[in-house]
DNA sequence: CACAAGGACGAACGATCGTGCGTAGTACCC
DNA sequence: GGGTACTACGCACGATCGTTCGTCCTTGTG
């Protein structure tokens, strides 16, 4: 319902509307996204909690368009950078522009996405739904990377692509986990170590 | 407070409380330590609200008690059926006792650990110190095992244990989301060769 | 310019949250 | 076996939750 792209939208409403996702995106990384409440919200962005609610119809779609903002987010900070590059190069680029994304405090929980699907992966419904199509996609990235540098020569034809984004994607994950626990390079250091040498092992004879 | 050990406990106050806090770490992998609410986890084991309440002195002495009893479970399916083991044998216990633990829905939202601390990473407090302490506590206990299989010859005495341990965790971890989401083997297997290739090439020459 | 429509507000709602209190019942120690 | 202290309860509190409503203001369109 507040899905509804058909609704017409003034250019005031639409900046709110970002203004409040961003936020909400980056209070769901501290507070959970079950957890960020309308008003806290509210007055964070310096409006009235009716006001932000009206704009998205219920909690709910709340959730849904901050997720979808999230995924924006993510896309201009580990996609897009590696945009350019191709096959092993590429797959290098989106670990380090995943690393990055991390360090520098996108969001100041850690990955958006790490922790809303921890939270949300035993909530049936469409919020949990969208996480988990985005975590089916963003491996696809990673496998669909592998299989470039496989096909121009770089990894080893017999290496499972999806295994080895099960594995790249293992260390990402415990990385961000240990990075926001610790607030210290060394997680991120020791995935760096993780991945490196087992690409370094995948590579072609 | 509530955790002062000095106070004296009946008997009958004693199986509630138990019988409370394994239903409270079972509710906590799937509504979140947070989001466990005094009135529901009241009524699933069939007490008033007040009744809970007075047993823990506040949501935060649940909470905290609640992990206590959740790393209880933990050593009892984890690291006692790895009690008996030693070096590079353990680490295999150990890793496939967590997988059990995992699989068997030992708790209905995975791991404890896994959801508890991704959640209050970013909440400051004694309940957040006594996750993290669990976590290091665990990545101690795979090192040593580590430690161990390189003493008895087993494991390269190049590879740095703590490393190698991050590694096997990793793999876990990420794991026990993939178990959450898709409620199929597929993750577990995946982990599975991770660990096993990368124990293989850890190995002595 | 006028008018339809979206944006933002304050106030209020029912529900639920954690917490405090007074009290009745009961297990355990001397 | 009596008395103390723990167990468990019902009730009520203030706060906060998501949501609804009526109203005023602002924007974009014809």
Redesign the pocket.
């Given at each position: 319902m507040s899905a509804n792209e058909s609704?017409?939208?003034?250019?005031?409403?639409?900046?709110?509307?970002s203004a409040i996702l961003g936020e909400a995106a980056r209070l769901a990384t501290v507070e959970g996204l079950g957890g960020?409440?309308?008003?806290?919200l509210?007055d964070t962005v310096?409006?009235?909690?009716?006001?932000?609610?009206?704009?998205f119809?219920?909690?709910?779609?709340?959730q849904l368009a901050t997720v979808d903002s999230a995924t924006s987010v993510f896309e201009e900070h580990v996609l897009e950078p590696a945009a350019n590059a191709n096959g092993l190069a590429r797959v290098h680029a989106l670990v380090e522009a995943f690393f990055r994304y991390v360090e520098t405090d996108v969001f100041p929980g850690g990955c958006f996405f790490a922790s809303a699907l921890t939270e949300l992966s035993m909530q049936p419904g469409p919020v949990r739904d969208r996480l988990v199509a985005f975590l089916e996609r963003w491996l696809g990235e990673l496998a669909a990377a592998v299989r470039e540098a496989q096909a121009e020569g770089a990894i080893d034809p017999a290496e499972d692509p999806d295994q080895l984004a099960f594995e790249i994607e293992a260390a990402l994950f415990f990385a961000n986990a240990g990075f926001v626990v610790a607030r210290t390079p060394e997680a991120i250091e020791r995935a760096r170590r993780t991945i490196e040498r087992r690409l370094g092992a995948a590579t072609a004879a």
């Open positions: 609704r017409r939208r003034r250019r005031d409403g639409e900046q709110s509307r960020l409440s309308l008003a806290r509210a310096g409006m009235s909690k009716s006001g932000v609610f009206e704009l119809g219920s909690k709910e779609g709340l």
